[in-house]
């Protein structure tokens, strides 16, 4: 699976911004899907996840209640919809798909393929 993500860019603290992130070679349904974030110097973040099985969603504590992750009806596309957005949210983005158990659905070593990233930043 190949996944190319988009639609980081430069917004102001409290705007929102959609990711988006398109599986090629073969459909999402077999996979879990999340997204990750990494700020300069810093490790890598989870940030949101929906496992194989569907339904349930797990976010990382600081994006709880206002980043919302989904995938489209085809299974080729997840999104990452982020609403009021904070300066601390800027970040490199990563989107990912694998087949995580439930103990590793918020860790980087539950996934097996990832996308090339895309900035999102957020300043006046």
């Known amino acids: 699976v190949q996944l190319q993500a988009s639609g980081g860019g430069l917004v102001q603290p409290g705007g929102s911004l959609r990711l988006s992130c398109a599986a090629s070679g073969r459909t999402l349904s077999n996979y879990g899907i999340a997204w990750f974030r990494q700020a300069a110097g810093k490790d890598r973040e989870f940030v949101g996840a929906?496992?194989?099985?569907?339904?349930?969603?797990y976010y990382g504590d600081s994006v709880k209640g206002r980043f919302t992750i989904s995938r489209d009806n085809a299974k080729t596309t997840i999104y990452l919809q982020m609403n009021s957005l904070k300066p601390e949210d800027t970040a490199v983005y990563y989107c990912?798909?694998?087949?995580?158990?439930?103990?590793?659905?918020?860790?980087?070593?539950?996934?097996?393929?990832w996308g090339q990233g895309t900035q999102v930043t957020v300043s006046t």
């Open positions: 929906i496992r194989r099985s569907g339904g349930i969603a």
């Open positions: 990912a798909a694998g087949t995580p158990i439930l103990s590793s659905v918020r860790e980087e070593r539950g996934y097996h393929y």
